[in-house]
């Protein structure tokens, strides 16, 4: 009897052991997207169905990738400036946008951010990030929507989005 309650016991720990209530990075996007193809020296990480679309121009590189609760944008264009005067500046201007309510910084990187905010007048809190890289004399500036989507992306979803882009 006490042989079997063990047995329960253990292999009640072993099942309770491999749930895990956060997402999973791999569970959540499963799938490498490599940018090259489109000019792009990066790569994300996607939903297994997605779809990019593909706006450039000779002055700017403009991908959209899309999926299910899944939006990332992808700029490229020639600067001379660093990765992390960048951020400054792109923090600065979220901060200060007359138009929305700064709410907080919710993860932050060397080379990016994911923050939520507010529109005037408007109780939904939406979220965004902003990640960039420099390869070459190019920045690279990848980020998603806060705004024009109803309901706006979760807090998760955006974290998630962000980790999608990290590996660069």
Do not use: W
Not at 53 to 67: D, F, I, P, R, W
Request: proline content about 3%.
């Amino acid at each position: 009897m006490l042989l079997n309650r063990f047995f329960l016991l253990v292999s009640l720990i072993t099942v309770l052991s491999g749930c895990d209530s956060n997402s999973n990075q791999e569970d959540t996007f499963s799938h490498s997207l490599n940018l090259l193809e489109y000019g792009i020296p990066l790569s994300l990480m996607t939903p297994d169905s997605f779809s990019v679309q593909n706006s450039s121009t000779s002055l700017m590189q403009e991908l959209k990738v899309t999926a299910k609760d899944y939006l990332i944008y992808v700029y490229g264009y020639d600067m001379g400036g660093q990765v992390q005067s960048e951020k400054s500046r792109k923090l600065a201007e979220v901060r200060e946008d007359p138009y929305s309510d700064f709410g907080a910084i919710i993860q932050e990187k060397k080379n990016g951010f994911v923050y939520s905010i507010r529109a005037d007048k408007d109780t939904t809190v939406a979220y965004n990030f902003h990640r960039y890289f420099r390869i070459s004399n190019k920045i690279y500036h990848l980020t998603s929507s806060a705004g024009g989507r109803r309901p706006p992306f979760s807090r998760q979803q955006m974290i998630d989005m962000f980790k999608a882009t990290e590996n660069n």
